[in-house]
């Protein structure tokens, strides 16, 4: 995987390959200081309200899962 800033993921729409689901854009990371890796990114969850109203809760997905990082999406594998 070449290197890609976090900007550049921020625009990229997280797509679960188990059932095609589209999960957001990435919104956040957790890295390990100590040793500089990226832990988990952290999409929104879904809207509330017919989607006037931002959801209160996260997605973390760890980094492990993510199976593709492509020119317009990210691929991730998770059980939801």
Do not use: W, Y
Not at 27 to 52: H, K, Q, S, T, Y
């Amino acid at each position: 995987m070449s290197l890609t800033s976090f900007c550049e993921l921020r625009r990229k729409e997280v797509i679960n390959l188990r059932d095609g689901a589209r999960l957001g854009n990435i919104c956040d990371m957790e890295i390990d200081a100590a040793c500089g890796e990226v832990r988990n990114i952290i999409v929104p969850g879904p809207p509330r309200l017919f989607g006037l109203l931002c959801s209160d809760e996260e997605l973390v997905i760890p980094f492990n899962r993510i199976t593709k990082i492509g020119a317009d999406t990210i691929l991730v594998d998770v059980v939801l």
